[in-house]
């Protein structure tokens, strides 16, 4: 008899087709085959296959002091960090969301480290979290390692939109059974789908989490923005969301949850933030409480260079113009990228889902051996249920004609 020597609560742990356990394959299958395409992993890369770097970025790490690389960070993080993180995710709408929000920046590792403390610290063990049904895979071991689970909804309705009804629905019969809801939302840019939820679509599940708390049921919204900087529509507008936060409910708390990895291409220095919101201090007050004690239980403290570069770079407006400059180069890579796509689709009568930005585009199928029908021509993509993901931030232009035709051939 095998001796078992974890405990009951983890028997169950196993990876189930790990996105970046699949990336390593297809980039040992490039070291060996030219004509391998990978576009499984969700980095930025340039068009030689040279990973997306911002020059700035490269500059501030150069040039950093031995305190500012090497010192433990503080679990509260800089105020360069917080203050600037809030300024840059919420833009125009800071000053407007600091005059009706209580607020705190928690520096985590990454955007994982946000949704994965926020799973843990919201929910009650054995509840579900509601979700679409198209989701980041890696949200299932997030609630498995909460000793919770996820509920989903169908996450498109008619022409494709957002499905409102659907969220409504599931929404209110999960916060009756559970007497407690929690909502995870990634947009703008869905990941893997590439959908942006409409301004009416956000109002509707404002006004469904303000009816459920005014049933005297605690209600969280966790919105993943890990792909706010790379939506297709112009910069100067990818804050408006944002605005209909005012019309929250005094008991709601809200979390956003920032990626320093996608923002900033800072993959391997896991730097992000878990930002909450509340109308109410004493919800806020409880946010921080847990908050800062998850940190330091789970993880002690962020990377120091990396809340150090970012920090630099929110408050000194010589590095932010820089920065800025930089990220409208990293987006018209991957506008042009989904353009080609979209245009060799359309050639090719290949029916994709809508997208409006992100790292990825993805499509409907039906075929159960998608997988390995597609890295027997040697293309590699993420397999979902009933969906393919395509990460065009690492796919160059001259591969698009040849992939999309692949893709037809087994979709």
């Known amino acids: 008899m095998q001796r078992q020597i974890v405990g009951k609560h983890a028997e169950q742990k196993q990876l189930q087709s790990n996105i970046l356990q699949i990336s390593q394959e297809a980039k040992a299958m490039k070291a060996k085959y030219d004509d391998v395409i990978d576009a499984t992993v969700g980095m930025l890369h340039h068009e030689d296959g040279r990973v997306f770097k911002f020059q700035v970025v490269e500059d501030l790490l150069q040039n950093l002091t031995d305190s500012e690389m090497y010192a433990y960070a503080p679990v509260r993080g800089t105020k360069a960090f917080s203050e600037g993180a809030f300024d840059w995710v919420f833009g125009p709408y800071s000053d407007l969301i600091r005059q009706h929000f209580f607020y705190s920046v928690i520096p985590t590792t990454g955007g994982s480290g946000a949704i994965s403390n926020s ?3 919201f929910n009650d063990f054995g509840q579900k979290v509601l979700i679409p049904n198209f989701y ?3 949200y299932e071991n997030f609630a498995f390692e909460a000793n919770i689970s996820l509920k989903t909804f169908l996450m498109y309705g008619d022409n494709n939109q957002f499905n409102v009804q659907e969220f409504q629905k599931n929404a209110r019969e999960l916060a009756q059974e559970q007497k407690r809801l929690c909502v995870l939302l990634n947009d703008p840019c869905n990941n893997p789908t590439g959908l942006c939820m409409t301004d009416t679509d956000w109002k509707e599940v404002i006004k469904t989490l303000n009816e459920i708390s005014r049933e005297d049921i605690p209600v969280v919204l966790i919105q993943d923005i890990a792909y706010i900087d790379y939506q297709l529509k112009p910069a100067e507008f990818s804050r ?23 923002t900033f291409s800072m993959y391997g220095f896991r730097i992000g933030a878990q930002i909450g919101l509340s109308k109410s201090k004493d919800v806020l007050d409880q946010f921080i409480r847990v908050g800062d004690y998850s940190v330091r239980a789970r993880f002690s403290s962020v990377s120091q260079p990396g809340m150090n570069v970012i920090g630099k770079i929110f408050t000194e407006e010589t590095y932010r113009t ?3 400059a930089e990220l409208v180069e990293a987006r018209q890579l991957l506008k042009d990228r989904a353009a080609l796509f979209v245009q060799e689709a ?12 992100g790292f990825f585009i993805s499509i409907v199928t039906h075929n159960p051996h998608i997988f390995q029908d597609l890295t027997a021509d040697h293309v590699y993509v993420i397999a979902m249920k009933n969906l393919i993901r ?3 931030s690492s ?17």
């Open 240 to 262: 408006d969301i944002f605005k209909i936060y005012l019309d929250l409910d005094p008991e709601i708390l809200a979390v956003v949850v920032f990626s320093g990895s996608k």
């Open 322 to 324: 820089r920065f800025a």
């Open 136 to 138: 980041w895979t890696p």
């Open 390 to 392: 395509i990460a065009i």
């Open 119 to 121: 799973f843990y610290n």
């Open 346 to 357: 359309d050639k090719q009568q290949l029916e994709i889902l809508p997208y409006c930005g």
């Open 395 to 411: 796919s160059n232009l001259k591969d698009i004609p040849k992939l999309v035709t692949i893709l037809k051939k087994h979709i």
